[in-house]
Nanobody
Framework: QVQLVESGGGLVQAGGSLRLACTASGNIFSINDMGWFRQAPGKQRELVVTISEAGSTNYLDSVKGRFTGSRDNAKNTLYLQMNSLKPEDTATYYC??????????????????WGQGTQVTVSS
């Protein structure tokens, strides 16, 4: 069982900042690849950033220089620092993770896990 819970969304004016967090819980041995996605009404879900186990990142072009993804493995938490927010950033943001679980001495992969989403609204 893997649970992903996002937090930190809200309403902010253009140019402001928000910090999203995603915390994973369960019998977690390791969190492998993680990422943030977002989806605006009537649009396809798009990848915002991926973060590897080593912390390397790959960003959507439109957020480069404004958003910073990071992870704290000790806390099983993924972060997204969003600065210089624009109205076009308005969307529901979803956490995604591939996780290895443990039960006794056994390890199991749990792939394609999603959080419930957190709403980010940027006013002009």
């Amino acid at each position: 069982q893997v649970q992903l819970v996002e937090s930190g969304g809200g309403l902010v004016q253009a140019g402001g900042s928000l910090r999203l967090a995603c915390t994973a819980s369960g019998n977690i041995f390791s969190i492998n690849d993680m990422g943030w996605f977002r989806q605006a009404p009537g649009k396809q879900r798009e990848l915002v950033v991926t973060i590897s186990e080593a912390g390397s990142t790959n960003y959507l072009d439109s957020v480069k220089g404004r958003f910073t993804g990071s992870r704290d493995n000790a806390k099983n938490t993924l972060y997204l620092q969003m600065n210089s927010l624009k109205p076009e950033d308005t969307a529901t943001y979803y956490c995604h993770a591939d996780v290895t679980l443990y039960r006794g001495m056994n390890h199991y992969d749990s792939l394609d896990n999603w959080g419930q989403g957190t709403q980010v609204t940027v006013s002009s």
